[in-house]
């Protein structure tokens, strides 16, 4: 599966963006999808998840209540919404996406997921 993240931007710290990842190539609903963030000089972290059918979600424990991550089955699309932004969520944002059956562990690693976006770059200024 190919993956296009986008919606990424210079926003204020309060401030809302949504971003998007346009998935192609496969079946899309053959897949669980992440997003991921990764800060210059650290590693890439978990951000939200979601499984095939939009009716399990995982979370971060520092976006919870702040992030909501959602798709669209018919569009392909995976979005990640993100409210009341602060600085420390400036990052590269990428989706990912794996093959989860909604069985066993869930994929919430970077290293659980196989296909990867190019990265979004959000920058949240105080």
């Known amino acids: 599966v190919q993956l296009q993240a986008s919606g990424g931007g210079l926003v204020q710290a309060g401030g809302s963006l949504r971003l998007s990842c346009l998935a192609s190539?496969?079946?899309?609903?053959?897949?669980?999808m992440g997003w991921f963030r990764q800060a210059p000089g650290k590693e890439r972290e978990f951000v939200a998840m979601i499984n095939w059918s939009g009716g399990r979600t995982y979370y971060a424990d520092s976006v919870k209540g702040r992030f909501t991550i959602s798709r669209d089955n018919v569009r392909n699309t995976v979005y990640l919404q993100m409210i009341s932004l602060k600085p420390e969520d400036t990052a590269v944002y990428y989706c990912a996406a794996e093959v989860w059956g909604d069985y066993g562990r869930p994929p919430l690693s970077p290293a659980d997921f196989g296909s990867w976006g190019q990265g979004t770059q959000v920058t949240v200024s105080s």
């Open positions: 190539g496969r079946t899309f609903t053959s897949y669980a």
